[in-house]
């Protein structure tokens, strides 16, 4: 059996596993991600790299998913704006460290990439990934191949304007975006203006009292669906993410928010479902993307 390492840099967290090409995880190790130093950031994945090398088995690539846009087939990251780094290709870096394969590609995409092969949307021909975290990102899966667009900017979700009435969520994406809305910064951001000293995402959705700000907030998810419902209608949304954490909380609110912004017709025919492979989505999905590497772009 051969194996691949996946990497899933998160803006919290970086998660490494070791993967078969059927998307069995073997192995697994989490840190919390380095930020702000492009150095530091390069040598904690080259130990993370190390350390799984050294697992007693045959890893013929790396796949790394990593959140902000990356150029197709390149290993070229435009901008991490919840990382505070960017113009850099993560790929030629590690190649003086390692004699492996080295595949990059958005984190959304990865993860999108491992549920639609081997999780909630197998066996559905076009899966929008949603991913719900510090940040927002998407991943589209058609036929079994992921669309990035030409530069990698596809599917960058988060900056989708929903509505305006909102600051932007950093410096480097739109005011009124999805991810101004509807990330785990931003809820946690609007229960503190309101007066709530929530440490994290969770805490806010476990808050009686901020029922007013959960309900904007499965509102603007509603919005921001139906939007890629109107382009391109997905066979299924899979949402995943950290805030999937506290998803009893809103989940089921979800379709029914949606169906206000669509047209009757498609009403009956929207699939949303959660991530069924829970936080490694993404580790897995680098690493088949790895193991796959010569088909998978659309």
Same mark, same amino acid.
């Given at each position: 059996?051969?194996?691949?390492?996946?990497?899933?840099?998160?803006?919290?967290?970086?998660?490494?596993?070791?993967?078969?090409?059927?998307? $069995?995880?073997?192995?697994?190790?989490?840190?919390? $991600?380095?930020?702000?130093?492009?150095?530091?950031?390069?040598?904690?994945?080259?130990?993370?790299?190390?350390?799984?090398?050294?697992?007693?088995?045959?890893?013929?690539?790396?796949?790394?998913?990593?959140?902000?846009?990356?150029?197709?087939?390149?290993?070229?990251?435009?901008?991490?704006?919840?990382?505070?780094?960017?113009?850099?290709?993560?790929?030629?870096?590690?190649?003086?460290?390692?004699?492996?394969?080295?595949?990059?590609?958005?984190?959304?995409?990865?993860?999108?990439?491992?549920?639609?092969?081997?999780?909630?949307?197998?066996?559905?021909?076009?899966?929008?990934?949603? $991913?719900? !975290?510090?940040?927002?990102?998407?991943?589209?899966?058609?036929?079994?191949?992921?669309?990035?667009?030409?530069?990698?900017?596809?599917?960058?979700?988060?900056?989708?304007?929903?509505?305006? !009435?909102?600051?932007?969520?950093?410096?480097?994406?739109?005011?009124?975006?999805?991810?101004?809305?509807?990330?785990?910064?931003?809820?946690?951001?609007?229960?503190?203006?309101?007066?709530?000293?929530?440490?994290?995402?969770?805490?806010?959705?476990?808050?009686?009292?901020?029922?007013?700000?959960?309900?904007?907030?499965?509102?603007?998810?509603?919005?921001?669906?139906?939007?890629?419902?109107?382009?391109?209608?997905?066979?299924?949304?899979?949402?995943?993410?950290?805030?999937?954490?506290?998803?009893?909380?809103?989940?089921?609110?979800?379709?029914?928010?949606?169906?206000?912004?669509?047209?009757?017709?498609?009403?009956?025919?929207?699939?949303?479902?959660?991530? !069924?492979?829970?936080?490694?989505?993404?580790?897995?999905?680098?690493?088949?993307?790895?193991?796959?590497?010569?088909?998978?772009?659309?």
């Amino acid at each position: 059996m051969k194996y691949a390492i996946g990497i899933d840099i998160g803006a919290t967290n970086t998660r490494i596993a070791i993967v078969d090409d059927q998307g $069995t995880v073997v192995w697994k190790k989490t840190v919390p $991600t380095v930020k702000n130093d492009l150095n530091g950031l390069v040598t904690q994945n080259s130990n993370l790299i190390n350390e799984a090398l050294e697992i007693d088995k045959e890893i013929i690539e790396i796949g790394i998913g990593i959140p902000g846009p990356v150029t197709p087939k390149t290993g070229f990251v435009h901008v991490l704006p919840n990382i505070g780094m960017g113009n850099f290709d993560i790929a030629k870096i590690l190649h003086r460290r390692f004699n492996l394969p080295i595949i990059v590609m958005n984190d959304a995409n990865a993860a999108a990439y491992g549920e639609a092969i081997c999780g909630a949307g197998k066996g559905y021909r076009v899966v929008q990934y949603i $991913t719900l !975290s510090t940040g927002i990102s998407g991943g589209l899966v058609i036929g079994g191949k992921v669309y990035t667009g030409k530069h990698g900017f596809a599917q960058e979700i988060g900056n989708m304007i929903i509505d305006p !009435s909102i600051d932007k969520p950093n410096t480097s994406m739109n005011k009124g975006s999805f991810e101004s809305w509807c990330s785990g910064s931003s809820l946690v951001r609007m229960a503190k203006n309101k007066g709530f000293a929530p440490k994290h995402a969770g805490d806010v959705f476990a808050n009686p009292a901020c029922e007013d700000i959960i309900n904007e907030w499965v509102n603007h998810m509603g919005m921001a669906i139906s939007n890629m419902i109107t382009l391109y209608e997905p066979d299924v949304f899979v949402i995943g993410g950290g805030l999937i954490k506290s998803s009893h909380y809103f989940f089921d609110k979800i379709i029914e928010a949606t169906k206000p912004y669509t047209h009757d017709g498609i009403k009956p025919h929207i699939i949303i479902k959660m991530a !069924s492979l829970g936080q490694d989505s993404g580790v897995i999905g680098a690493g088949i993307m790895a193991l796959l590497n010569k088909d998978i772009w659309f």
